[in-house]
């Protein structure tokens, strides 16, 4: 029997439901269940300040609720003027700045009911959009976050923004209760690829060129890995699917799972290929236990030849033979980059991706200012950081200075592991969280450092990933050290992936706390300072000394 929500998406009237009259409803700042799963469709969650809930309650008062808003950005590229409209956005309306999501784009964070259509047409009249940035549907494409090092990055941004345009829902219902749209009368309204019920859950899509791993490809539903030939020319693209982060605690029919490699295709054939993925999980995907609905369950059970044939035989052409590919690393690249035209692109580390103002750095102030005086664009990384692009020789001095005065240069002067760690938002807002994590990060860090100092490490490059349950926003099974959240203070710690994003960690230690976790650290690091070979990862020296077993490799055939 399909579940609850099945029904609730095919009454909704193509997303509407509720959602109207529950915003109208001025007797609570919430709005029904039901209506707030259909409202993740229009990028917006309901939640609620968890640091006071329990005293709220005690007070007998209602949580104290507010909708979290994310913006669809596909490659994460904006213009100033947009930066300046969603730093004015985080002003008017919310309560903890701008934050970086691991999917390159922005959340805003604690907007109360009464703001929640302004927030949205705000985003709307910046010539960007929330449709889609959540719910059962294509979610924001990313794309390798340095798009204009050369043309064929150029070209594969036209591709993540030409796939999120094409994939878009088609309903008019985000027009009709954002924008003050024609409410339609008596005409048919379709959606050609999902349907009434959309997709059985969530589906992302990422670009990454190699040799730059930086949005994780593997973890993506659908991943897309360029062919570039040596004359720069975009050959297309290797097709990755059935990737996925999310499990739950003790349930061992759900796993984070790496995409499998299953062929090649011409960039002409990109936008078919990805709406035939898209139709077929539509089509096998589980609509009666969301928690096996995500497309690399509906391929374990039917198995990836049989997806793959299905596939095909949808598209009417079969996939060419994967070509060869390599990948260096994932994370970001600090500091300045020369791209092609002469046009330079400097990435920063925005920690947790979290733009406050605040006494250590200013990056409100600091951005809003570059955003008045630079000539280029801004874009925004898959690891929470971003990149001031397209700048011309000349200028850098002049940014050089505006991002130290605002302390935003910090990447400069962080150790490795703190330049690799990334954090999901975790507590106050997310109603998942079992655990801090991005608050959490900058405390732990400093003891990791200790460690790492003690042992000569300081500058060993190790990817850390925190989150505060094991739904896994901050892509923690991707983690060369990984914590996941059991309960306040206690976390899993996982160990062993891969500085490349090809190899998920293994669980080592379960349900422990802080001193634990640094005490087997402590111990690890000592061996690996010790025994390691020249240039070897944290992560591939743990099988290598066989502190971890060897993993099932994922299906990379091709790359070295
Ligand atoms: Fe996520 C749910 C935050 C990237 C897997 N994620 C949530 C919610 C909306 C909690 C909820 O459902 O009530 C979190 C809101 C927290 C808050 O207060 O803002 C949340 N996810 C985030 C962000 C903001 C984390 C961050 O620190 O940046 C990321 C927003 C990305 C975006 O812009 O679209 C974010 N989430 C991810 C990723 C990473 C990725 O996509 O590259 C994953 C793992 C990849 C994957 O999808 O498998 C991820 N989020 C989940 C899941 C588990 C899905 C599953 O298949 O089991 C959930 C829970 C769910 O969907 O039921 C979830
Ligand atoms: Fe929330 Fe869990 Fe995602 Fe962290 S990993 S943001 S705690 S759902």
Not at 84 to 90: P, S, T, Y
Not at 167 to 184: C, Q, V
Not at 475 to 492: K, M, Q, S, T
């Amino acid at each position: 029997m399909p579940s609850h929500f099945e029904t609730v998406k095919q009454e909704s009237r193509f997303l509407r439901g509720g959602i109207a009259e529950g915003l109208a409803d001025p007797v609570t700042g919430a709005i029904s269940e039901d209506d707030n799963k259909l409202l993740k469709f229009h990028g917006s969650y309901l939640q609620d300040d968890r640091d006071i809930r329990d005293e709220r309650r005690r007070q007998k008062l209602e949580p104290a609720y507010a909708f979290m808003v994310r913006a669809r950005l596909p490659g994460g590229v904006m213009t100033t003027a947009q930066w300046l409209a969603f730093d004015k956005i985080a002003g008017d309306y919310a309560s903890s700045g701008l934050r970086i999501t691991t999917r390159q784009t922005f959340q805003w964070h604690g907007i109360i009911k009464r703001d929640l259509k302004p927030t949205i047409a705000a985003i709307d009249a910046a010539m960007a959009s929330t449709i889609a940035a959540c719910g059962d549907v294509n979610r924001n494409v990313v794309c390798n976050a340095n798009p204009v090092e050369s043309q064929a990055h150029e070209h594969a941004y036209a591709w993540a923004v030409r796939l999120s345009e094409h994939l878009e829902p088609k309903t008019r219902a985000y027009h009709e209760l954002w924008l003050d749209g024609e409410k339609l009368v008596g005409e048919e309204e379709v959606e050609p690829l999902y349907g009434p019920t959309y997709l059985p859950r969530k589906f992302k899509i990422g670009l990454a060129i190699p040799p730059l791993n930086d949005i994780d490809v593997f973890a993506q539903d659908l991943g897309l890995i360029a062919i570039v030939e040596e004359d720069g020319r975009l050959a297309g693209f290797n097709v990755a699917i059935g990737g996925g982060m999310g499990a739950s605690h003790g349930d061992p029919s759900t796993y984070p799972r790496l995409a499998d490699v299953i062929g090649f295709v011409l960039p002409e054939q990109l936008l078919a290929l990805a709406e035939t993925v898209i139709a077929v999980q539509r089509d096998w995907g589980d609509r009666e236990e969301r928690k096996h609905a995500r497309l690399k369950y509906t391929i374990d059970r039917h198995g990836l030849a049989a997806f793959k044939a299905e596939l095909e035989q949808r598209l009417g052409f079969a996939l060419q033979a994967e070509r060869a590919f390599r990948f260096d690393h994932n994370g970001d690249r600090y500091g300045w980059i020369e791209g092609h035209a002469g046009r330079w692109h400097l990435t920063l580390q925005v920690e947790s991706g979290r733009l406050l103002d605040n006494e250590a750095h200013t990056w409100l102030s600091g951005m809003r200012e570059l955003a008045a005086i630079h000539k280029g664009d801004i874009r925004l990384t898959c690891n929470q950081n971003l990149i001031i692009a397209n700048v011309v020789a000349a200028d850098r001095a002049a940014i050089d200075e505006l991002v130290a005065r605002h302390g935003m240069d910090g990447y400069r002067k962080h150790s490795a592991i703190r330049q690799h760690a990334i954090a999901c938002v975790a507590l106050p807002t997310c109603g998942l969280a079992m655990a801090e994590s991005e608050r959490y990060l900058p405390l732990l860090l400093p003891k990791l450092e200790a460690l790492l100092d003690r042992h000569g490490l300081i500058d060993a490059p190790i990817l850390l990933r925190l989150s505060g349950c094991p739904n896994g926003c901050s892509r923690p099974y991707l983690g060369e050290i990984a914590l996941i959240g059991r309960a306040p203070g206690r976390y899993d710690l996982r160990l062993g992936a891969d500085f490349r994003g090809q190899r998920l960690n293994q669980l080592y230690r379960e349900n422990v706390d802080e001193a634990a976790l640094l005490d087997v650290l402590d111990q690890l690091f000592a061996r690996f300072a010790g025994e390691r070979a020249a240039g070897e990862h944290f992560g591939d020296f743990l099988l290598r000394a066989a502190v971890l077993s060897q993993p099932r490799l994922i299906p990379l055939k091709v790359s070295a």
